[in-house]
């Protein structure tokens, strides 16, 4: 139900000209409810950024969320799956950005 | 993925039979300014409340569909569980609110310029709401409005 009230939400503040995104944590609810961009993540209800405890942890999922916001060419309603990032490694002694 | 397994199984029943609400069709505003420079504002359907605040109520049928104005500076440590459901952990969430209301992460974004400003005050609904018409009729658009006055260009939605 937290699923479809947030979506329903959303849904009311793009109207008025609020952007949004919308974390959910039932992929089938953000498909048949369609908020505009939806980031779907594998937690269960109760903590729906990850652990609790974990700033990190919590904020690669806003970050991504985040992401969703600059999708200029996206048209919705935009599902997307989370995945965590994972940092590119640097070699030592390399100067450029990674590649392994 | 986050799926029905997690619920027992009437509850998986009864999800899988619900008459979910359509969005159709479906806004869409862009943002038009980099993130750096936007007021984010964070709506939450995890039920907290601040202690001088009532708390949802229980005995509404189809679900309490108001919400609470929470100041941006307010301490998440003081975010009291507020939310009707049992069929999730809520143990998680009263040991960091964050988890579900992340209103440091906000002002931790902000601190190092990813979002030009957090909004002055977030929103916190309690989401187990079956019964969505006052939402969509009233509580919802009325939530758009104090968002929009507040000059507000992106929300977070975060259920629970």
Known sequence: MCNQAVGLVAAELERQGIATVTIQLLRFVAERVRPPRALCVPFPHGRPLDAPGHPERQLAVIEAALALLEEREARPPLVVEWAPTVAPRRAPGMNGPGTR | ?160
């Open chain 2, 1 to 160: 993925m986050g799926d029905l397994s997690e619920f027992s199984l009437p509850i998986q029943v009864f999800l899988r039979g619900y008459p979910w609400r359509r969005i159709d069709p479906v806004p869409w505003t862009p943002i038009v300014r980099p993130l750096a420079e936007i007021r984010l504002a964070l709506v939450s359907s995890a039920g907290l409340v601040l202690g001088d605040q009532p708390p949802f109520d229980d005995r509404m049928r189809g679900g309490d569909p108001g919400f609470r104005e929470i100041p941006a500076d307010a301490d998440a440590r003081v975010l009291v569980d507020a939310h009707r459901s049992e069929s999730f952990d809520h143990g998680p969430m009263r040991e960091d609110p964050n988890v579900a209301f992340p209103i440091d992460r906000l002002r931790e974004l902000r601190a190092v310029g990813r979002i030009g400003s957090v909004a002055p005050r977030h929103l916190s609904f309690m989401g187990s709401i079956t019964a969505p018409g006052r939402l969509i009729r009233e509580t919802a658009p009325e939530a758009a409005r104090l968002l929009a006055g507040d000059r507000v260009d992106a929300a977070l939605l975060v259920p629970v």
